[in-house]
């Protein structure tokens, strides 16, 4: 597993909470993190894969491994760094947005924000 390197700037609103942005990578990972759909999301179950996405702030740790919510898998699948798997196949972006909005009416609209919300700074 690649460790990725970030330059951060820090603001500062008071002394006592200073705001950390990553503002560039400096080395960007190649591997492409595989998943697998379960009911309430996208299951990783690599240890590397999922403790690299939990320190990154991603999903959610379970027995079975790490669960992404919907509009996560999807930054993730926009981003290039995220394939999942169905019946040995490999899903499109369309297909996981499928997937989520019967899950979730409103998946297409939490991804645009959740995508706004990691892309900032």
Known sequence: MKV???RKKIFTINSL???VCV???LEETTD???AI???KGFLIK?????QELKIRGFGEGKKH???LRDYEALYLIYSSKLNVIKENKNLTFNDVLQTALIRDEHAWTKFLIYKDIRTRC
């Open 4 to 6: 990725q390197i970030y």
């Open 32 to 34: 492409i993190i595989q």
């Open 37 to 39: 759909e379960s009911n």
């Open 17 to 19: 909470n200073p705001i």
């Open 46 to 50: 690599d240890n590397d894969s999922r």
């Open 23 to 25: 503002i560039d990578k």
């Open 65 to 67: 491994g790490l669960l």
